[in-house]
Each structure stands twice: as C-alpha cells, then as structure tokens.
C-alpha cells in the first residue's frame, strides 16, 4: 500500500501540472482509493477567476467521474509551493466535507511542513446533504 510520504510525492508530481498564470500558486492533490488507485489533479486558473478549479476539487471530481464515492478513498494529500502549509479554500472545504468521509485523512504539506487533519476539523458544523429536506 502506498505509503503518506509517496502520496505526497505524486501530490507534489501533480503540482507540476499546475496552470497558475494569475496567482503563481501551484497546488497538486492526489487522492488514494481503498484498492490502491490514485487520482491526482491540480490547480488550473482561469481569467474569470470564478472557472478555475482547485488541485484538490480536480483530483476528487476526477474520482467520482470515475464511479468512485466517499466510502472508497483512504486518505488525500494537498501540496503547495507556498512559504506556509497551504490548506482548502472554502469551496474545497464544502466539496471535502461532502464527497469525502469527514474522518478521512487530508495531508497537508509545502515540502517543509506537513500536517494531517480530516473534514471535520477544517469545516465544522459544515451544511450537508442532511440539512437538506
């Protein structure tokens, strides 16, 4: 089984992939399924601003496209090139607590920190498909 340190390698392979002409902050995520797959996906930035879509939201969709759903991902590492461990914007924060089980580990890393924290702890008392009649 894939090991943290190798999921955040091919998080960090997937920054690589990153198009961030506007900010210059690149961000990489890859997701790992409970068999072994991986999905990876980066930021891509979009003029409007309001297109671009996040690593961790590219990697995530690319899974659910995929017929993967919450109960099969075991962890997700998010990397950045920022000077401090760069952690979901709000959007993500909603899709994180959504498709994935809110005790799932998300590794947080810049290369020089790394920290693990899971859905609950980044979004508490998140609005979810159970408040919803």
Not at 34 to 43: C, E, L, P, R, V
Not at 85 to 112: A, M, W, Y
């Amino acid at each position: 089984m894939i090991t943290n340190e190798e999921l955040i390698k091919k998080a960090f392979e997937a920054m690589d992939n990153a198009y961030a002409p506007y900010s210059n902050y690149h961000v990489g995520a890859c997701l790992l399924c409970n068999d072994g797959t991986t999905f990876k996906g980066a930021n891509i930035e979009n003029a409007s601003y309001g297109a671009t879509n996040c690593g961790e939201r590219s990697a995530i969709f690319a899974a659910y496209s995929n017929g993967y759903r919450k109960d099969d991902f075991k962890a997700i590492a998010i990397v950045s090139d920022g000077k401090r461990i760069g952690t979901p914007c709000g959007i993500c924060r909603q899709v994180l607590s959504e498709l994935l089980r809110h005790d799932t580990p998300i590794i947080l890393s810049n290369g020089k920190e790394t920290r693990t924290t899971n859905a609950s702890e980044l979004l508490p008392d998140s609005f979810g498909v159970e408040d919803l009649d």
